[in-house]
């Protein structure tokens, strides 16, 4: 859309001030052999023409950016354009002449107002030349105002998806069956309820915890999955058993929160509550020549088929890491033999503060 | 009348808790307790408890196999942490659905519709249990037969063909028979279409076991499977491979 001609407010403003333009330009041709009278009865019009004229200059800014176009582009194609406006306008002018000419009032001032064609070119295309510089403003201005709301576009986005994520990654249905468990156990084992209690407030605590922090140390996050693996053995009972090789080396790495939670999550519920007989759930952690390594292993349904084991889980851990490390992580999930795994490698930086703490 | 009940859920907990509340009611009895759904079809088919406390999301078989299997035998009350199964539910004709957790005196209100239905003596409607206990959307990845106290799961693309017979379907499979109480049109529409056909008014015929068609001597078409079996070919029969087999 046009900045001027698009807004009725910006419209007058402009004519407001080609009016005077048009006073001052007739000023100068009082001193050039013309009178008040004569002179804005030949620019009056004029001016009102020029003025849509130059908002062409538009589609020159438009056509030649700025930003984009080298600074003599800019004044070949400017000086061009204003010379050939400026023409058209030269070519009225004369016309207008012509026409003031019949009149008995003006006609003894056509010989003065031919004298003044050359000079009205050269004002043509410097109010050409200015209208394109208030073009080029505008065109900045709106450039900058649209940035201004992409970037705020972009946060809100940005904000959803924590949002959506927040709500994913705390199944209300394990809350549901918790509490059923706590239910259950109040009834037989006051402790135990107790003890799951404990569990589930300080799971979902530090759930919301770290989740305003960029990056965690791998300890806090193995704290976090651990908590849930805890309080699913307590529904599943012996069906739920756990195996974890950590290297000692590995726990101060950083990691988004809530990388190894919804992948654990995944092994219980894809895998170990799928299966009559339960099974063992295989974490498998170490640091190499500067890489995290990261297997979690599961036994699964064989004869299930349809739903891709993972699903929502999967795909937020894969475009977490994405957005975080991009070429520099890799993550790779597949079923062999009965058992899913995921094996995530990743960039295994550290918090300086962290390396002084453990070497000192 | 005293009611005869078994617990069905995987967790041991869930089920403790429907034990408790069970034991504070009155003219009840917990018969038995089930950790799956093949336990839930042989406690049915043991024990002939008149309800089922049953959890949907169970491993294997899942709470609504079982009732696809069990239902015309038993009243069935769903407990579950998902709501999503509830219309379901209710379309299989279970008694009650109730969302976990829940106290006692939701499980007696669930009891007490129970009784209200035996009451009426009501019989359960046949084949709309069968039809719409099946998976809902898509075809069925699976065909779950009863075999008395067993359960046979059979993956679809092992079988071999089905046959009608009389109200039963005869399902060949691995070089076994299995026996299912329903219609074969029924069933066709279960399965995919892209590997099933009825070649015959009797017949459906998984085309991945198709070798070649024969004329036999008085001129009708047969199929010949990979393994020899011979299964005649209707003229609509034929149609129907022919325009899957885009020939």
Redesign the interface.
């Known amino acids: 859309m046009h900045p001027i001609l698009g807004r009725a407010g910006r419209l007058a403003l402009y004519l407001v001030a080609w009016l005077a333009l048009c006073v001052l330009v007739a000023g100068i041709f009082t001193r050039f052999g013309l009178d008040w009278t004569e002179a804005l009865a030949l620019l009056a019009p004029l001016c009102l023409v020029y003025a849509f004229v130059c908002l062409s200059a538009w589609y020159v800014s438009r056509a030649v950016p700025l930003t984009a176009s080298g600074v003599p582009r800019v004044l070949v194609s400017s000086v061009l354009a204003a010379a050939f406006a400026s023409g058209l306008w030269l070519g009225l002018a004369h016309a207008w002449i012509a026409v003031l000419g019949l009149t008995t009032a003006f006609a003894p001032a056509a010989e003065r107002y031919a004298r003044q064609l050359p000079f009205l070119f050269a004002i043509g295309v410097l109010l050409f030349l200015l209208a394109l510089a208030v073009h080029y403003v505008l065109l900045a201005f709106e450039a900058a105002r649209q940035a201004e709301r992409r970037q705020l576009e972009l946060e809100i986005l940005t904000r959803d998806a924590e949002l959506r994520a927040l709500r994913a990654q705390i199944d209300p249905h394990f809350l549901y069956n918790s509490l059923n468990s706590i239910s259950a156990l109040t009834g037989s084992d006051a402790p135990g309820a107790r003890r799951m209690c404990l569990l589930l407030g300080e799971f979902l605590r530090t759930t919301l915890d770290v989740r305003a922090r960029q990056r965690i140390p791998l300890a806090d996050e193995l704290a976090l999955a651990e908590r849930y693996l805890n309080i699913e053995q307590v529904r599943f009972g012996s069906r739920l058993q756990v195996e974890r090789r950590v290297d000692p080396d590995a726990s101060a790495c950083l990691v988004p929160p809530l990388l190894l939670q919804p992948l654990v999550e995944n092994a219980v519920t894809h895998g170990i509550a799928r299966l009559l007989e339960g099974g063992l759930i295989r974490l498998d952690i170490s640091r190499r020549n500067g890489r995290l390594a990261i297997v979690i292993d599961n036994p699964c349904d064989a004869g299930a088929t349809a739903v891709r084991p993972g699903g929502m889980g999967l795909d937020n851990v894969r475009n977490r890491l994405d957005a975080m490390f991009g070429r520099d992580a890799r993550m790779d999930a597949h079923v062999e033999a009965g058992h899913f795994r995921v094996e995530l490698l990743l960039p295994a930086g550290v918090d300086p503060d962290t390396i002084k703490d453990t070497e000192g | 009348m005293r009611l005869r009940i078994a617990i069905v859920d ?5 089920r ?2 429907v034990r ?1 509340y069970l034991t504070g009611m009155p003219d009840v009895e917990v018969v038995a307790e089930c ?2 759904g ?1 336990e839930a079809v042989k406690a049915v088919s043991d024990l002939q408890p008149d309800v089922l406390i049953l959890d949907v ?1 169970m ?2 078989l899942n709470g609504f196999e079982v009732l696809e299997l069990v239902g015309r035998d038993v009243a069935v009350v769903f407990v579950t ?2 709501d999503q199964y509830a219309i379901r539910a209710f379309e299989v004709h279970a008694v009650d659905y109730l ?3 829940f106290g006692a005196d939701r499980l007696a209100a669930a009891i007490d519709r129970v009784r209200e239905r035996l009451g009426r003596g009501e019989t359960l409607p046949v084949q709309p249990l069968a039809k719409e206990g099946s998976p809902a959307p ?1 075809y069925t ?2 065909i779950l037969v009863r075999d008395g106290p067993r359960v046979h ?1 059979l ?1 679809v693309e092992k079988i071999d063909y089905v046959q009608a017979q009389d109200d039963y379907v005869c399902f060949r499979c691995e070089g076994r028979e299995y026996l299912k109480e329903q219609t074969l049109g029924e069933l066709e529409t279960t399965l995919d279409p892209a590997k099933f056909v009825r070649i015959h008014r009797s017949f459906v015929l998984n085309v991945d076991r198709l070798a070649r068609v024969e004329l036999d001597e008085r001129e009708n078409r047969m199929a010949i499977l990979g393994d020899g079996t011979r299964l005649p070919i209707s003229r609509a029969g034929h149609a129907r491979l022919t325009a899957l087999l885009g020939r």
């Open positions: 995987d967790e041991e907990l869930a403790a808790v408790e950790a799956n093949f999301q491993p294997k942490a998902y969302l976990k957790p898509g990845p699976r799961v993956p």
